[in-house]
């Protein structure tokens, strides 16, 4: 497991850290026994979803063919086509389109504000963005495409173990509780997917953006949010307290302040479309209310999306 | 104190506070409810945003209401409301509650109490201290003083431990104690009297006026106590007299009587004339109860006055009885004694003893049987006795005929006169009808009473006065005489059957009640003796036991004037001789307390009725208190989050709660059935002949048993005239066992002991005409028979008839009848062949000649034993299906034998046994 791997790397020269890991190994294990409904519910979304390994257009290495060219001094001999060269008088060499699984990124936001749910029917907007954030991984995977958690610190896989790592490290909920993620040298071509409630001013929003598009990465934005956080139901006297640290506001009567907060949202929601349409991104909103299949097809359909460069 | 219709406040100036409500309504309007607390992500988006409108959140219209309710309501229940008010306590000195608890306050005490109380809560209310002046002395026999000023916590603590007493109110001593009393200010007095007047009350009201104002409560004039005085003995009549205070109206009268163990013996109702202050009541019992009346007292009233107890003055004819002859134990029928006895013994209650031990104690007639002559101080004990009352009866004997004294009513001749015998002419005489001054005029003679000997009188003149029972010659039988206050009466022949047969006949019986219907009693020498105290009257009039305060009476003191607080009401003496000492002796009239002194305010005991309602508006608005917080919850959200799953918890937990109670209140309503039981238990076993088997407890062994008695009652019916019903299994310990003829018992080594009470049961059985047929069944262990065999079930039957009525056993002899009752058997195989079976040795008339107990080892149980389908359960050893016929044929001779007794044996049927033996 790579878990086990990381640690043996980790650890070496240091005994004293191996209880800790130990420890660790086993909370994330038990962390594992969760694994299944995320992974059954992500599979079951996702089975709803066509893929597929999509090609580049352009030679190399793949399954489907490209074109076929004159044999030239420095080929291998086994890339000719003898049928077509005794066709003919020259000999020639087939080539194959150039497939190659992408690199997606994936992030979500783990900061105590996604833990809001209004109703207790309803998942907090943490639990629906790991959902979206696992099936989407499922998808990938399975569309030949290697994924990995922006922050984690490990490379980008596709093979089986990869939907367990990447599940467990989810659920051990080591990483960092930002709102926004950290921007870390990530490669060229990739893609990078980030899911959260995405309240944060959007001057900051837009720094991270800029900094993540400047690398030449392509990104998508998905917003979750709960009904209330839309609707804003309460009525009468009501003080409202912040999930972070906030102080508390006093509001006398909501139901006068409903439309200009609304207003607001709106507001604060057409400047990320804004924002994401300038960097080439794209955007989507979701609502936790809402069955999670219909994000999941907006975003993937955005991943699949071939670029125009 | 401000009244409004029937409510009243105590502490009027709180309700000033009532102007502060509005401004209350006004401040709890203005202030805008707590807000509501919400966690909310997205508040960065809310902040500063520019309400439309300005109006803040305000409390709701009802809830603003309830509160200022509750406001109101705290500011009514301070200022102390009061329910239908009573006036209040004039004076301003302290209150002084003089309270007559003599035996007349017994009637209705707790009425008394109430009323202490109800006083004590005003005194408490309007901050006046108490006085507390009880009338009677108290147990110490001191005098009736004024307690020292108290507080009403203290007043209370002592008039709950006031108690009536069962003697007179000392208000003379009353008067004397409150001369040299001092209060401040002007007092005012509350009197709580009995309502029976005496020589003080003027006195005691004048001085009582001079203190301050003056209340007195007493009963209405319907319910003053009555008096019922010591009864007089009419004949066998009790007659009581109840005299009554106030005269006007004709009430009626219950008067019991009642035995010691509280058995109610005689019970007469009777009223009061309109004007009449006594009235006589008759209570008529037979002679037997009415020396068992100990107390007698007037239905409904529990004062001391209204309880009489009896002692032996009223109750009592004993009679004691002295014989000159020492009783021969083991010939009864021959001593004098044994006939007086029986004569006697159910009317009066007869002693025995030398002539001083009788006259120390009560008598009424002392009956002296062929004694001769009395010694120096026995004639003149007796001679005492009689003039002071008593009868004495002799009877003429041997002794008598020899030697006489001077304790008979006439002459005698030495010698007797013996009619008819050998050598007279004479024959035996007969009685001549009595004459009519007699006392035995009017009882019937029987004609066989005779007379063989007798005693004769010297004539005189006066002899024919002094006859009370002639012969048919005229010679007198029974001549009395009367000495001062007493009678002498002789009897001329003896009290045993020897000179004649009068003793014999129910003449005797007769003439002896008459005799001590004569008798009044006469109370033993009581000038030595010191009566301690058994039993004393409370105030209430019940019998308890003497507290520590009660001191013995000196015999030469016992007079109704001893009656005080050292000497109450009550049984003084030793149990067997008791004195009772009656308050109705000392207290004999009672008079209605009439005519105060002007200014005396006057009053009833009834309930004051005035409640206060502090408590129920502190209540109302603390429930009040209580719903408000809740909604205040709940509009703040506080309740809203866990609504649903509390909803559903409590459904469940009620649904148990319910659930539970209805399955115990199923299970306590099951009733044990037990006397059903028994009832089926006998008419089941009563209709029809069954065959019983003791239940052992060993499961198989009973199931075996009892396919075997279907079996062998299947074969009974098949192949005789007898019909029995099957088998039927019998608890030795609670099932009746005369239903049975016979009663199969296998014993096995696991049957628990008997109880006593089952040994009881079985010796009954045995004794009045069953069969137990013991069955050791352990044949197989070699034991040749049953009783001297070691076997197992051989040493549990041993242990088993231990207790029992067992007769004397011995081997079934080769001409038994049950060889030959229905077939004709030489042995009696069962389950295991050979072996002996033990019947009773002697057979002899004696439950015709059936025996009681067959004892054997040979399983026949197993062999008779057959499933369902009639096929047999056991093998027979060795002889298998033969040996199994003969086993049947065994049971069917046990059955007959037991049924049909021994009519087999008879001679009759030997010449027809002989020719089927083939000789």
């Known amino acids: ?309 | 104190m401000l009244g409004l219709g029937p409510i009243a406040f105590a502490v009027p100036w709180i309700l000033g506070a009532l102007i502060v409500l509005p401004i209350l309504w006004w401040l709890l309007r203005l202030t805008p409810p707590s807000p509501r607390i919400v966690q909310f992500p997205a508040i960065r988006l809310l902040r500063d945003l520019v309400a439309r409108e300005e109006t803040p959140a305000r409390t709701p219209l009802w809830l603003l209401i309830m509160r200022t309710v509750l406001a109101a309501l705290v500011i009514l229940a301070l200022a102390q409301p009061l329910l239908n008010p009573r006036a209040g306590l004039p004076g301003s000195g302290p209150i002084v509650m003089v309270v007559d608890n003599g035996w007349g306050a017994g009637r209705d005490w707790p009425a008394r109490q109430r009323t202490m109380a109800d006083l004590i809560d005003q005194a408490e209310r309007n901050n006046r201290d108490l006085i507390v002046l009880a009338t009677a002395p108290d147990a110490a026999g001191e005098k009736p003083r004024p307690s020292n000023l108290m507080r009403p916590a203290d007043a209370r603590r002592m008039t709950q431990s006031l108690a009536p007493m069962p003697w007179p109110t000392d208000r003379a001593a009353v008067v004397d104690a409150l001369r040299g009393l001092q209060v401040q200010g002007s007092a005012h007095t509350v009197w709580l009297s009995d309502g029976l007047s005496d020589a003080a009350v003027q006195p005691l009201a004048a001085r009582l006026q001079q203190m301050g104002g003056v209340e007195v409560l007493m009963d209405g004039a319907d319910r003053l106590p009555n008096l019922l005085l010591p009864p007089a003995t009419e004949g066998a009549d009790l007659v009581a007299t109840v005299k009554r205070a106030d005269t006007t109206l004709p009430t009626p009268v219950t008067v019991r009587a009642v035995a010691a163990d509280g058995r109610l013996l005689a019970r007469q109702t009777a009223a009061f004339a309109p004007g009449a202050d006594s009235l006589e009541v008759r209570l008529a019992m037979p002679i037997e109860l009415r020396n068992e009346v100990i107390r007698m007292s007037i239905e409904g009233e529990q004062t001391a006055g209204a309880t009489v107890l009896l002692d032996e003055r009223w109750r009592r004819r004993p009679v004691g009885l002295v014989s000159g002859r020492p009783e021969g134990e083991n010939q009864p029928l021959l001593s004098d004694l044994y006939y007086l006895e029986r004569a006697l013994s159910p009317f009066s209650e007869i002693r025995r003893g030398s002539v001083l031990d009788l006259m120390s104690r009560d008598l009424s007639v002392l009956i002296l049987a062929d004694i001769g002559a009395l010694t120096d101080t026995e004639a003149a004990a007796v001679e005492n006795w009689v003039e002071r009352g008593g009868v004495l009866v002799r009877f003429a004997g041997p002794r008598l005929a020899q030697h006489t004294d001077h304790l008979v009513p006439v002459r005698l001749r030495l010698g007797d006169r013996t009619l008819g015998g050998a050598l007279s002419w004479s024959e035996p005489a007969k009685l001549a009808p009595f004459p009519p001054s007699s006392p035995f005029a009017g009882t019937h003679i029987p004609p066989d009473v005779v007379v063989d000997r007798q005693v004769l009188a010297e004539p005189s003149i006066d002899l024919p006065d002094k006859t009370w029972a002639r012969l048919a010659d005229g010679t007198p039988l029974v001549t009395a005489e009367n000495r001062e206050e007493g009678k002498i009466v002789l009897v001329h022949t003896t009290a045993n059957p020897d000179w004649s047969n009068l003793a014999l006949s129910g003449l005797f019986v007769d003439m002896l009640r008459r005799i001590t219907a004569l008798s009044e009693g006469v109370s033993g020498d009581m000038q030595a003796t010191t009566f301690a105290p058994i039993e004393v009257l409370d105030g209430r009039g019940q019998l308890v036991p003497p507290p520590a305060t009660v001191f013995p009476i000196p015999g030469n003191a016992f007079r109704s004037d001893t009656l005080g607080p050292r000497h109450p009401p009550g049984f003084y003496g030793t149990e067997e001789a008791r004195r009772a000492l009656n308050l109705t002796s000392l207290v004999t009239k009672v008079e209605p307390l009439r005519r105060l002194p002007a200014g005396v305010a006057q009053g009833t005991y009834a309930a004051r009725g005035e409640v206060d309602l502090k408590p129920l508006l502190l209540g109302l608005a603390m429930a009040l208190a209580i719903v408000d917080l809740f909604v205040a919850m709940l509009l703040r959200g506080l309740l809203g989050n866990v609504r649903i799953g509390r909803g559903r918890r409590a459904a469940t937990t009620a649904a148990t709660a319910a659930g539970l109670l209805l399955a115990v209140g199923c299970v306590a309503a099951w009733p044990g059935s037990a006397h059903a039981n028994s009832d089926d238990f006998a008419l089941k076993a009563s209709g029809e002949t069954y065959l019983a088997y003791v239940v052992t407890g060993d499961r198989a062994l009973d199931d075996t048993t009892r396919a075997g008695l279907e079996g062998l009652s299947e074969v009974l019916n098949r192949r005789t005239a007898v019909e029995t019903a099957g088998a039927m299994a019998v608890d030795l310990e609670s099932d009746e066992l005369a239903f049975f003829p016979l009663i199969y018992w296998a014993i096995s080594p696991s049957q628990p002991d008997l109880s006593d009470a089952a040994r009881v049961r079985l010796n009954d059985f045995l004794r009045n005409g069953g069969t137990i047929l013991f069955d050791t069944r352990d044949r197989q262990f070699g034991a040749g028979s049953a009783l001297t065999g070691g076997g197992p079930g051989s040493q549990r039957l041993r242990r088993l008839v231990d207790g029992l009525d067992v007769p004397a056993l011995a081997p079934v002899p080769p001409e038994h009848v049950l060889t030959k009752a229905f077939y004709l058997l030489q042995d009696f195989p069962g389950r295991y062949g050979g072996g002996d079976v033990w019947v009773e040795a002697q057979e002899g008339r004696h439950n015709d000649g059936v025996s009681s107990v067959i004892i054997g080892a040979a399983d026949w149980a197993g062999a008779w034993a057959v499933d369902e389908s009639g096929r047999p359960r056991n093998a027979v050893v060795p002889g298998g299906e033969r040996q199994r016929e003969m086993a049947y044929r065994f049971g069917v001779n046990l059955v007959m034998y037991a049924l049909t007794g021994n009519y087999k044996a008879d001679q009759v049927h030997v010449p027809a046994i002989l020719e089927r033996l083939g000789q």
């Open chain 1, 1 to 309: 497991m790579a878990r086990d791997s990381f640690s043996k790397r980790d650890l070496a020269g240091k005994p004293d850290l191996a209880a800790t890991a130990l420890r660790a190994q086993h909370r994330s294990e038990a962390l594992a026994s969760r694994l299944p409904p995320l992974l059954v519910a992500a599979e079951r979304v996702a089975a709803t979803v066509a893929q597929g390994v999509h090609g580049r257009r352009r030679v190399g290495t793949g399954e489907t063919f490209w074109q076929y060219r004159r044999y030239e001094i420095g080929d291998s001999a086994t890339m000719i086509d003898w049928r077509q060269s005794g066709k003919t008088q020259p000999v020639f060499v087939r080539e194959n389109e150039w497939e190659a699984a992408q690199s997606v990124w994936l992030w979500h936001d783990s900061s105590s504000s996604m833990g809001y749910r209004s109703v207790q029917g309803l998942p907090t907007k943490k639990e629906r963005a790991e959902l979206l954030l696992m099936a989407l991984a499922v998808l990938l995977v399975r569309g030949g495409e290697r994924v990995a958690l922006l922050g984690s610190g490990l490379p980008p896989s596709g093979n089986k173990v990869t939907l367990n790592r990447l599940a467990m490290r989810i659920l051990e909920d080591t990483l960092p509780k930002d709102g926004l993620p950290r921007v870390e040298p990530l490669p060229r071509h990739a893609q990078v997917v980030l899911i959260g409630d995405l309240l944060s001013p959007l001057p900051d929003i837009h720094k991270t953006v800029a900094a993540l598009s400047g690398r030449g990465l392509r990104g998508h934005l998905v917003q979750v949010l709960d009904p209330a956080e839309e609707t804003l139901p309460f009525d009468g006297r009501v003080e409202f307290e912040g999930m972070e640290g906030e102080d508390e506001l006093l509001i006398p009567r909501v139901e006068a302040v409903r439309q200009a907060y609304m207003e607001r949202l709106e507001a604060h929601r057409d400047g990320l479309a804004a924002l994401a349409r300038a960097a080439g991104w794209s955007f989507v909103t979701h609502r936790t209310d809402r069955p999670p299949q219909t994000a999941l097809l907006a975003l993937y359909g955005a991943i699949a999306q071939e670029p125009t460069s």
